[in-house]
């Protein structure tokens, strides 16, 4: 009886902190220079892969501004509710092969995303060109 509820009680655990440790959900994202809340973006799964959407723009002179620099399918869309993380897949703690969309110029980068070693609150998004990047920090959002 001791290991059957043993057994449970790990299983339990086991799977909180497997939940808490994961990259889905909902992430603010920061002016670097203000400090400010400046998007919402819920990263989901969908048919194996792994994307990004814009839930919400914090600044509502903003909401209904266009990514008219995109191009393909987003060109012209909302930002606010366009995904524009796509294609990550798992390797290891990393989503890798990924893309990242820049709306302010369409510009779209190689990308990867990780929950941060020390802290799984905090999802790092870097953005490739070439053999340079850069990194951000999105901090999961709180209900």
Same mark, same amino acid.
């Given at each position: 009886?001791?290991?059957?509820?043993?057994?449970?009680? *790990?299983?339990?655990?086991?799977? *909180?902190?497997?939940?808490?440790?994961?990259? *889905?959900?909902?992430?603010?994202?920061?002016?670097?220079?203000? #400090?400010? !809340?400046?998007?919402?973006?819920? +990263?989901?799964?969908?048919?194996?892969? !792994?994307?990004?959407? +814009?839930?919400?723009?914090?600044?509502?002179?903003?909401?209904?501004?266009?990514?008219?620099?995109?191009? #393909?399918?987003?060109?012209?869309?909302?930002?606010? #509710?366009? +995904?524009?993380?796509?294609?990550?897949?798992?390797?290891?703690?990393?989503?890798?092969?990924?893309?990242?969309?820049?709306?302010?110029? #369409?510009?779209?980068?190689?990308?990867?995303?990780?929950?941060?070693?020390?802290?799984?609150?905090?999802?790092? +998004?870097?953005?490739?060109?070439?053999? *340079?990047?850069?990194?951000?920090?999105?901090?999961?959002?709180?209900?």
């Amino acid at each position: 009886m001791k290991n059957w509820l043993l057994s449970i009680s *790990f299983g339990l655990l086991s799977c *909180f902190y497997s939940n808490a440790q994961d990259i *889905f959900g909902k992430w603010e994202t920061y002016n670097r220079h203000t #400090g400010e !809340v400046r998007s919402i973006v819920e +990263v989901f799964q969908k048919n194996g892969k !792994v994307y990004g959407k +814009v839930l919400r723009i914090m600044d509502k002179e903003d909401r209904d501004n266009l990514c008219t620099e995109c191009e #393909g399918d987003d060109k012209n869309q909302k930002i606010e #509710g366009l +995904v524009l993380m796509k294609n990550y897949e798992k390797d290891g703690e990393e989503y890798v092969d990924g893309t990242i969309t820049n709306p302010n110029d #369409g510009k779209v980068y190689r990308s990867k995303i990780w929950l941060d070693e020390n802290d799984p609150n905090i999802l790092n +998004v870097r953005g490739y060109i070439g053999f *340079f990047y850069k990194t951000m920090e999105w901090e999961r959002m709180t209900e």
